[in-house]
């Protein structure tokens, strides 16, 4: 992807899953009970991806008609797939 995305013009965007890195949605309590665990599902990092890419495509010059392929190994590769089953109007493999 490193190498074949210049040639394309593409833009590479890796999106963290929630409730990993700095992306912890109610800070220190993110893992205290299972009231806040309910949004780290797989089905919510769907979600999270799709504003994303609507995201970048409504503010970033030239993005609106872009074409948009989700990637991914092991479980980011289970995610890609399931997006393209879940919003196959956002991306197109």
């Known amino acids: 992807m490193w190498d074949i995305a210049p040639q394309f013009n593409a833009m590479l965007v890796f999106a963290e899953h929630r409730y990993y890195g700095k992306s912890m949605p109610f800070g220190a309590d993110s893992y205290k009970n299972k009231t806040v665990l309910n949004f780290l599902t797989s089905e919510q990092a769907l979600a999270d991806f799709a504003e994303i890419i609507n995201f970048i495509k409504s ?22 797939a399931w997006f ?9 493999g």
């Open 59 to 80: 503010t970033v010059p030239g993005a609106a008609g872009s074409r948009v392929v989700a990637f991914g190994g092991s479980y980011g590769g289970m995610l890609s």
């Open 84 to 92: 393209r089953i879940k919003y196959p109007n956002i991306v197109v």
